[in-house]
């Protein structure tokens, strides 16, 4: 970092604003991922003039500039993988007004998932896409990576709860988008919602609020089979029936959570399904009693229903809280993020075994079977030789088998640097091009988190490279 460009920092956001120091930057350097890469700056804008005046002191630098919120996201999308100044919003964390009326809150990209519904939840609103993370990750990076979570089977990702955003475009222009349901012209918010921060970077979301449900029912359904379990989403499916969230844990990771949380999942079994329906009374109650029939006919040995709010929260609690309880058995682990039909959720569970004998390592199951969205969780550790490559490449023959069956390289982690190669597999070139178009007309020079989505060949990694060092156990 030069001195010049560190003083025009500071002369945005203040001496107090910004780090610099290499101790200081070294916290900066990776996100949820197995890769890090270090900046040259870190910068904590309050307000959206702010950064507009930084993206334009990165042009004038030629540097790169990254946006980053809490730093939870599983690609690798906040990593400033060229350097340069990252945006941290930590700093840009309030509400703009809420509109009960009118079902929509408008907040700063750095307020947290979760305080959204705390903020209404007396009202008897909530927001509705909630991921594993929702307690730390942040609005502006959920809209970046357009973030999921167990209940998007009935109620969407967050692209389907974003009404309006303002942002802040590569030549340190602002605009805005959206606001209202249905707009004419150009849906402007559903292309950067999911852009990944290589487009614009988020100041302000003006969000969807949902009326809380009547009533809510939670159920788990234990098997001695993970392939009937798997086959139990199909069945639900088949009857016509759209659970809140359908969850499965496979024996490994359920013995891992309920050592660490003490969830009430049975230690012995070979999988559950924690299944969640909601709306009003009379519906759930048949609903519960389907989904109850369903487990039963593909050969669930047990289904309890949770007897209260208390022992709701717990399982919830267990899934919540499973990347942590993988921590307890693992060094590290790599977590990724496919999604195939539901009908080829047995099979891909076959094949990820096979793949974890393959490359002897254990791999570990928690995923949204309702819609099919796998979470394989490979554990490996980083300080035996090859082990993190292996790890990585049985990720990636995990990916490539999802896309063959129909499925895709991502449903709610986003492509990041990890996946930028394989989704090659996933689009035909012509398709390529076209994503590579969006960019190259909003940033020519490649200033905003270059390296990310688009695979060599159709990104910003020929303009800017950058040596990348490997992620070691936290």
């Given amino acids: 970092m030069t001195e010049e460009l560190r003083r025009a920092v500071e002369a945005v956001v203040g001496p107090r604003g910004y780090l610099w120091r290499p101790e200081d930057l070294v916290l900066y350097e990776y996100d949820g991922g197995v890769d890090k890469a270090r900046p040259e700056v870190v910068a904590f804008p309050t307000k959206p003039e702010e950064v507009s005046a930084l993206v334009r002191i990165a042009r004038e630098h030629h540097a790169a500039i990254t946006g980053r919120g809490a730093g939870t996201g599983l690609s690798g999308g ?71 979570g167990p209940h998007t089977l009935a109620y969407g990702v967050t692209t389907n709860h974003v ?210 969205n796998m979470h394989p969780i490979i554990l490996f550790n980083p300080r035996v030789e090859g082990e993190m490559e292996r790890a990585k490449h049985a990720g990636d023959d995990i990916l490539r088998y999802c896309v063959s069956r129909g499925g895709s390289i991502t449903g709610e982690h986003g492509v990041g640097m990890e996946k930028m190669e394989l989704i090659a597999d996933q689009f035909r070139p012509d398709t390529l091009d076209m994503m590579k178009s969006f960019k190259t007309l909003l940033d020519p020079d490649c200033h905003l988190n270059p390296g990310k989505m688009l695979p060599t060949g159709r990104g910003c990694m020929e303009i800017r490279q950058a040596p990348l060092t490997e992620h070691t156990a936290l």
């Fill in 78 to 148: 906040a990593i400033p993988r060229a350097g340069g100044i990252v945006v941290s919003f930590a700093r840009m964390n309030r509400f703009r007004g809420v509109e009960l009326e009118n079902e929509r809150a408008f907040v700063e990209p750095g307020v947290v998932n979760l305080d959204v519904t705390v903020a209404v939840q007396n009202s008897g609103y909530f927001y509705a896409p909630d991921p594993s993370s929702q307690r730390a990750c942040t609005i502006g990076g959920n809209v970046s990576e357009n973030a999921g």
């Fill in 163 to 372: 009404l309006g955003l303002e942002l802040i475009l590569p030549d340190g222009e602002g605009i805005e988008t959206g606001g209202l349901k249905d707009l004419p012209g150009y849906d402007l918010t559903g292309l950067f919602t999911g852009s990944e921060g290589t487009l614009a970077l988020v100041t302000r979301a003006t969000v969807r609020l949902m009326r809380q449900p009547e009533t809510v029912k939670t159920l788990l359904a234990i098997y001695d089979s993970a392939g009937a379990c798997a086959d139990t989403v199909a069945e639900i499916t088949a009857r016509a029936i759209t659970p809140a969230a359908v969850e499965m844990l496979d024996g490994v990771m359920l013995r891992m959570v309920e050592e660490a949380t003490h969830a009430g999942y049975p230690m012995d079994a070979a999988a559950v399904l924690l299944i969640e329906v909601e709306g009003l009374k009379e519906a759930v109650e048949e609903q519960a009693a389907e989904v109850l029939s369903a487990c039963r006919t593909c050969g669930a040995r047990e289904v309890r229903t949770a007897a209260g709010e208390r022992e709701r929260a717990l399982l919830w609690k267990g899934r919540k809280n499973a990347f942590g309880a993988v921590g307890r058995v693992s060094p590290s682990y790599y977590v990724q993020d496919g999604v195939v039909p539901r009908t080829e959720i047995a099979p891909t569970l076959r094949y990820i075994h096979e793949t974890a004998q393959r490359y002897g390592l254990t791999i570990s199951n928690i995923f949204h079977a309702g819609d099919g």
